[in-house]
């Protein structure tokens, strides 16, 4: 069937604005026109306008589909509107938007409100449930393009949400906003000139969680899942592509009045979990993605990365000079699949205060004075390969493990405690573990071109190896010692045999 008889047939029980006096002559407003189609049919043409169809609110009730002829269909917000007019506002479940065009008044408009498409489950609309809409594309909003989640004190649900691409031009505040939902997705969200974000997913104070959303590809110049509260918290967010940069797009015109300056990537705050499948992040000045926590809040309990490709951040900063900056809680946990980083500049480290974590392959060049890790806990690194001659493996590390690859760098591991290093080749400018912090295993490896088979390094009773009910350990004079149970101190147990 062609797509002409398609259309057709598509627009046989619709009816047309211009039916119901719309110009669309770019002067005239449109607003009563549209409103009054609206309330006449369920189904409602806009055809593409001689020049735009203007409008100041036009609410559209549930049940109701809005028809267009995609892009070519343009809307522009009448100036003069009253602060925090929205264009389209969805008034009801089992609403469908198709594909437009929308302008604002970005340099006449008064606030941050005036949004492009608004959904909101209020105490006027009740719960809201299956709502569609096609791509657009805004230019000038003094506000965002898409706008969607339940009001404070959610007592109306939002769900089922679906949005396809949003791309932007001069966007006061964000492309994409979400303030609590259950379910929804994204498509896309790109753009150039943003005041804020490109997507912002921020549960309000008492608006309730923000779950099971799916974005398929962000490219643009920071990225939040931010809530300010654990109850109103952000949960299975699926990402399939984010890509991040300052450069990707330049401040709005005029600028974002509250003046945030961007300094993460991607934020994050009070997440229970995420999943991302590639993660792109340079040039930010503090850090490509960024965990912050108050007391009593969540941070981020699961941050699962597919791939992770990281450059030149953590440019200015002097208090976490770290790319991948957790607080130091103990319920977080990143699992990343594989990470191709550069990590330069004195005191950069690629991951910091992390607490639980896998990483299956890392390639990194960690320059001189920069570490892979540091003060992390109980991370297992499938393999790693350091393409640099500087820097440091791990610093200040706790109970990190490494199952293979090689690194050629200044330490290993500095200031580090209870680490297990197998199949490993390592060779260190300086030394491979700091003096008193030895309390290592090695298996399998070469350090500094000597081969060991299993054990250089145990120092402590904590370390002990278990052989059936009997614990083995070296004490800090190096006598080998042996107990029928779990040491307790280092000098626990017996000495085994004559030592020399």
């Known amino acids: 069937m062609s797509k002409a008889l398609n259309n057709k047939i598509k627009l046989n029980d619709a009816v047309s604005v211009k039916d119901f006096g719309a110009k669309g002559d770019g002067v005239t407003d449109d607003t009563a026109a549209f409103q009054a189609a609206l309330a006449a049919a369920k189904k409602v043409y806009a055809p593409a306008p001689a020049v735009s169809y203007r409008l100041s609110t036009v609410t559209i009730p549930a049940t109701r589909e809005l028809v267009t002829d995609g892009f070519a269909t343009v809307f522009h917000q009448l100036a003069g509107t009253a602060v925090g007019t929205r264009m389209f506002v969805v008034g009801g479940s089992n609403v469908r938007i198709g594909s437009m065009t929308v302008k604002g008044n970005i340099a006449t408009d008064t606030n941050e409100q005036n949004h492009a498409i608004f959904i909101q489950a209020n105490a006027t609309t009740g719960n809201i449930n299956n709502i569609h809409i096609g791509d657009i594309y805004g230019e000038n909003i003094r506000g965002d393009v898409v706008y969607f989640g339940q009001a404070t004190g959610a007592a109306n649900k939002l769900k089922n949400v679906h949005i396809g691409n949003i791309t932007f031009d001069n966007v006061y505040r964000n492309g994409v906003s979400c303030v609590s939902a259950d379910g929804f997705s994204v498509e896309s969200v790109t753009g150039t000139r943003c005041g804020f974000t490109h997507m912002d997913v921020e549960a309000n104070a008492g608006s309730g969680p923000c779950i099971n959303g799916r974005i398929g590809y962000i490219k643009g110049r920071c990225f939040g899942l931010v809530s300010p509260t654990a109850s109103d918290y952000i949960d299975n967010i699926e990402i399939g592509v984010l890509d991040l940069s300052p ?167 500095t200031s580090c405690t209870q680490c297990r290093f197998e199949n490993f080749t390592a060779t260190a400018a300086v030394f491979l573990f700091s003096s008193g912090q030895e309390n290592h295993v090695i298996v399998n490896s070469t350090l500094n071109s000597s081969y060991y088979g299993y054990g250089v390094g145990i120092r402590a009773h904590t370390m002990a190896q278990r052989f059936g009910d009997y614990y083995l350990w070296v004490d800090t004079t190096g006598d080998l010692r042996i107990k029928s149970s779990a040491p307790t101190t280092d000098t626990d147990g017996t000495v085994v045999g004559t030592q020399t």
């Open 247 to 413: 450069t990707y797009a330049a401040q709005s015109s005029p600028s974002y009045a509250p003046g945030i300056s961007i300094e993460d990537g991607l934020l994050l705050r009070n997440v229970r979990r995420v999943n991302i499948s590639h993660f792109r992040a340079e040039g930010f000045n503090r850090c490509a993605a960024f965990v912050t926590y108050n007391a009593g809040e969540l941070g981020c309990q699961y941050l699962g990365i597919d791939s992770v490709y990281l450059r030149n951040n953590s440019i200015t900063d002097v208090v976490y000079n770290s790319y991948i900056q957790f607080i130091a809680i103990n319920t977080n946990h990143l699992s990343i699949g594989h990470i191709d980083a550069v990590v330069s500049g004195s005191s950069k480290r690629c991951l910091s205060n992390l607490r639980s974590g896998f990483i299956r392959s890392v390639v990194a060049d960690v320059q001189s004075a920069a570490a892979f890790m540091r003060d992390c806990q109980n991370v297992q690194v499938g393999s790693i390969f350091q393409t640099g001659a500087g820097g440091f493996m791990w610093q200040l590390c706790v109970n990190c493990s490494v199952g293979g690859g090689s690194f050629t760098g200044d330490r290993l591991a």
